[in-house]
C-alpha cells in the first residue's frame, strides 16, 4: 500500500485497512495542530487508489471497513468520493464502512444530494474534528468554520444519515473555562447525537500558534485541575445515548464508556482520581503524551 509523509488515524481505527486518497491536510492551519504541519497537501491520482485496491484484494479479500487517509479526507469532491466507494466496493465487495477524518467545512462543500448518494455508498462513521462548542475559543483554533456552521453541517449529516463522531478537546478554553467549554460540548453533543464522543487534550505543541500565545501570556492553558473537572463535568451533562471514546493517550484519564449506562461509574473514577492526586500535579499543567 501508498503513504505518503505521516498518516494518522483515530486508535479506534487500529484495525481498519488504511487507503490513502489525499497527502496531508487540506487546511492545516489550526493553531494547535503540527500534524502535517511540514507536509504539502495533494490529491492522490485514481490509478494509484486502484493499485492500492488490487493490493488490498489480494491480501485482504473479506475486509469490512476501510479508513480513507490522510488529515481530512473529507475535502474531496462528492464526485471523487463516490468514484473512490465505487472502486472499493468493485474491488472489496465485502467493505460495509468507508470512513475518514472529516471538518464542518469539508461537509459544506458538499450538497444534501451528494451526502445521500455517500451515504448510501457505505461512507460514514467521520471523525469530525470540531474541538470545542464554544465559539470564541473554536475562532481561536482557526479551524476554519463557526460554531454555527457546526451545528448546522452536524444536522445535515443526521439528515443524510450518515453516522459521524465529535471530536473535541479538553482545555481547549484555555484556563478557568473548563466548565464553561463542558457545558457548550454537552450542548452541542445533545443537539446533534453523535455515535460517539472522542475527547483528547489541548496540548502545546512546539512550533504552533498555540505555543508562541501561551509564551506571549496571550493565552493561558487550563491546569491539570481543570481538565479533570472539565472531563467530569461533560460526562454529567451528557443526556444522550452515546459512547464516550476516551482512549487517546494524551487524555489524563483514558477510559471508554457507553453512556448513559457507565456515566456514574465514570464520574465516580475521576472523582476518585482527583481525591488521590497531589495538590501541585492538580494545579500544573503537565507535559502531555503526543504521537
Ligand atoms: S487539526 Fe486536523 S484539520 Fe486542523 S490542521 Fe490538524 S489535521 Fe488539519
Known amino acids: 500500500m501508498n503513504y505518503t509523509g505521516p498518516v494518522y488515524r483515530p ?51 473479506s475486509v469490512k471497513r476501510i479508513f480513507l487517509v490522510n488529515g481530512d479526507a473529507f475535502v474531496l469532491s462528492g464526485n471523487r468520493l463516490k468514484a473512490v466507494a465505487e ?16 471538518s464542518i467545512n469539508n461537509i459544506m462543500g458538499k450538497t444534501d444530494e451528494e451526502l445521500a448518494e455517500l451515504k448510501n455508498l ?39 444519515g450518515i453516522t459521524f463522531f465529535y471530536g473535541f478537546m479538553f482545555g481547549a478554553a484555555g484556563k478557568g473555562r473548563g466548565i464553561e467549554n463542558a457545558e457548550a460540548n454537552a450542548k452541542l453533543i445533545n443537539q446533534v447525537k453523535p455515535l460517539g464522543i472522542v475527547p483528547t487534550t489541548l496540548n502545546a505543541n512546539s512550533g504552533t500558534q498555540l505555543a508562541k500565545d501561551i509564551e506571549n501570556s496571550a493565552f493561558e492553558m487550563a491546569t491539570e485541575g481543570e481538565v479533570l473537572e472539565e472531563q467530569k463535568k461533560t460526562l454529567e451533562l451528557v443526556e444522550v445515548d452515546t459512547y464516550y471514546m476516551g482512549i487517546h493517550i494524551i487524555n489524563s484519564v483514558s477510559f471508554d464508556a457507553k453512556l448513559p449506562k457507565e456515566k456514574q461509574a465514570a464520574i465516580d473514577r475521576i472523582d476518585s482520581i482527583i481525591s488521590d492526586m497531589d495538590e501541585a500535579l492538580l494545579n500544573s499543567v503537565p507535559e502531555r503524551h503526543t504521537i
Open 87 to 102: 472502486m472499493i466496493h468493485k474491488y472489496l465487495p465485502e467493505v460495509e464502512i468507508i470512513s475518514m477524518y472529516a
Open 11 to 61: 486508535p479506534y481505527e487500529a484495525n481498519t485497512l488504511l487507503l490513502q486518497v489525499t497527502v496531508g491536510c487540506a487546511h492545516n492551519k489550526c493553531t494547535f495542530c503540527t500534524m502535517y504541519r511540514d507536509v504539502k497537501f495533494s490529491v492522490d491520482k485514481m490509478d494509484q487508489v486502484e493499485k492500492d485496491l488490487q493490493e488490498a484484494q489480494a491480501n485482504y479479500p
Open 122 to 160: 457505505g461512507i460514514g462513521d467521520l471523525w469530525v474534528g470540531v474541538e470545542t462548542g464554544l465559539g470564541d475559543a473554536l475562532d481561536y483554533l482557526n479551524k476554519g468554520a463557526s460554531l454555527a456552521d457546526a451545528y448546522e453541517q452536524l444536522e445535515r449529516l443526521n439528515k443524510a
